[in-house]
């Protein structure tokens, strides 16, 4: 009896993915002002956005939160909670994108713009209207959740 073998695959079988890519933000809060990144590049460039990018091979997404914040930001930052994960296909024009966005506290370090970031503006939470990717939506999102700590994402059901 001769043992099992598959059969490789025809080429009708063969499947390419294409999966989204894996990135990274982070919420800081100062009294009523969170922190904001001033893109240098495009997309949104001259736009704000939330400190974060992408994750690294190898590396947890709690790890690549801390090391984009210091990138952009000097800072030197640790996780208190996740606020939630968004994957919306068109948040990012570049590709499909999906992000772990993480609620955080500044444990040391100094403000300074780097990397990709023009410049760091502390905004007040109640005014940001208007940021890049889906970060209004996120920022909205956060405000609900200071009250409620529910977790969120791209699609959820949102009550006015």
């Known amino acids: 009896m001769q043992p099992l073998i598959a059969p490789e695959n025809p080429p009708e079988m063969q499947m390419s993915h294409r999966n989204p890519t894996p990135t990274v933000d982070a919420i800081l809060q100062k009294g009523s002002k969170v922190l904001m990144v001033r893109r240098k590049k495009d997309p949104f460039k001259g736009m704000l ?5 992408f994750v690294n091979e190898g590396e947890t997404v709690e790890d690549a939160m801390k090391r984009e914040v210091l990138e952009e930001t ?4 640790e996780p208190i909670d996740i606020l939630g ?10 590709m499909h994108t999906m992000t772990v966005v993480f609620v955080a506290i500044i444990i040391g370090g100094r403000e300074k713009a780097q990397d ?11 005014g940001i209207e208007k940021a ?9 999102d956060y405000r609900q959740w200071k009250g409620s700590a ?3 994402w791209s699609t959820k059901r949102r009550h006015s």
Do not use: C, N
């Open 150 to 152: 529910g977790t969120y």
């Open 74 to 77: 000097s800072l030197e930052v």
């Open 116 to 126: 990709d970031a023009a410049s760091l503006e502390w905004v007040e939470l109640a």
């Open 85 to 94: 994960v968004y994957s919306d296909p068109r948040r990012d024009p570049r």
């Open 132 to 140: 890049a990717f889906d970060h209004a939506q996120i920022l909205a």
């Open 49 to 53: 956005a939330l400190p974060g990018g």
